[in-house]
Nanobody, 119 residues
Framework: VQLVESGGGLVQAGGSLRLSCAASGSTFSINAMGWYRQAPGKQRELVAAISSGGGSTNYADSVKGRFTISRDNAKNTMYLQMNSLKPEDTAVYYC?????????????WGQGTQVTVSS
């Protein structure tokens, strides 16, 4: 499985961005997916996660009510709509996919996309 993020950039506080994560390869094996972020000097943290069918989601407390995770399995793409962005949202955002194939689980990461929110 290969994951490619896009949609990052520089935005002013209060603005919006939409991140995309396009999956390719053995996409049939993908189960849950998620977005993580890592700010300079900090550990990588979970931002949002979504189940295989998209019916179940969860969010970090810091982004609840501002971010929305979704996925389009027909397009093998996951999204993160980010509204009301704050300077503390500045980080590299990574896409993650958990897979299960023949009883063997694994997880994959994208290369990351930079999000910078100016005050």
């Amino acid at each position: 499985v290969q994951l490619v993020e896009s949609g990052g950039g520089l935005v002013q506080a209060g603005g919006s961005l939409r991140l995309s994560c396009a999956a390719s390869g053995s996409t049939f094996s993908i189960n849950a997916m998620g977005w993580y972020r890592q700010a300079p000097g900090k550990q990588r943290e979970l931002v949002a996660a979504i189940s295989s069918g998209g019916g179940s989601t969860n969010y970090a407390d810091s982004v609840k009510g501002r971010f929305t995770i979704s996925r389009d399995n027909a397009k093998n793409t996951m999204y993160l709509q980010m509204n009301s962005l704050k300077p503390e949202d500045t980080a590299v955002y990574y896409c993650n996919a958990m897979t299960m194939d023949d009883g063997v689980g694994d997880d994959y990461w994208g290369q990351g996309t930079q999000v910078t929110v100016s005050s």
